[in-house]
């Protein structure tokens, strides 16, 4: 079966670095996305990788590496507003979009 | 723009009874989704749309209808509610088809929908 894996929360420190994993099995492979989703809003679009590397955008960076089937997600500074669960999907060979259940990023300050 | 809106935000049914969810996009995208979020689950496609009068069944299909008469509008039918399907349900909408390149799904605030 399909399977995406990201922890069900985490807790980190305003200003500082955190890094949410994303391991993932599917069949076939074209993209892997990053959503932010904070409690009770819509999810919106935050990254997009197919090759493998880092790509980075402002405090946001993802990295893929498609052998290890693997992502992560790095936030760096971190602010409050940063508080929001993070999602992680994967489109299949079939471009179907299989999704992870999200990792809540908890922030203190 | 008003982007991608749902109607209701919220509603409270009874098992048996039915309802129909709206989505509308003013963006002009070809492509439609609804899904379902579950407490501990990742979202998961309903049904999707590819065009104006076009539908298709995604990956937890039953007990649900769909609609695209318009190219702005979505309809998400539930003609005999149960209890599981109480859920937060998100319309997305899109410009592109899914393909290998990076795609932006723009998701409306959802509808929290309880069956009692």
């Known amino acids: 079966g399909q399977n995406i894996d990201q922890p069900t929360e985490m807790t980190a420190t305003e200003g500082a670095i955190v890094q949410i994993n994303c391991t993932y099995q599917t069949s076939g492979f074209n993209g892997l996305f990053w959503y932010q989703q904070h409690a009770g809003e819509a999810p919106t679009f935050l990254s997009y990788?197919?090759l493998d590397g880092l790509e980075e955008k402002g405090r946001f960076s993802s990295f893929l590496s498609r052998s290890k089937g693997y992502s992560y997600l790095l936030l760096k500074e971190l602010q409050m507003k940063d508080s929001a669960s993070y999602l992680c999907a994967v489109m299949d060979s079939n471009y179907q979009l299989i999704w992870g259940a999200g990792t809540k990023l908890i922030i203190k300050p | 723009n008003a982007g991608v809106t749902q109607t209701p935000k919220f509603r409270v049914l009874k098992t048996g009874q039915s309802m129909t969810l709206l989505c509308a996009q003013d963006m002009n995208h070809e492509y439609m989704y609804w899904y379902r979020q579950d407490p501990g689950m990742g979202l998961r496609l309903i049904h999707y749309s590819v065009g104006e009068g076009t539908t298709a069944k995604g990956e937890v299909p039953d007990g649900y209808n769909v609609s695209r008469l318009k190219k702005q509008n979505f309809l998400l039918g539930l003609e005999s509610a149960a209890p599981s399907q109480t859920s937060v349900y998100f319309c997305?909408?899109?410009?592109?088809?899914?393909?290998?390149?990076?795609?932006?799904?723009?998701f409306g605030p959802g509808t929290r929908l309880t069956v009692t």
């Open positions: 990788n197919v």
């Open positions: 997305a909408s899109t410009s592109q088809p899914p393909s290998g390149i990076a795609y932006e799904q723009y």
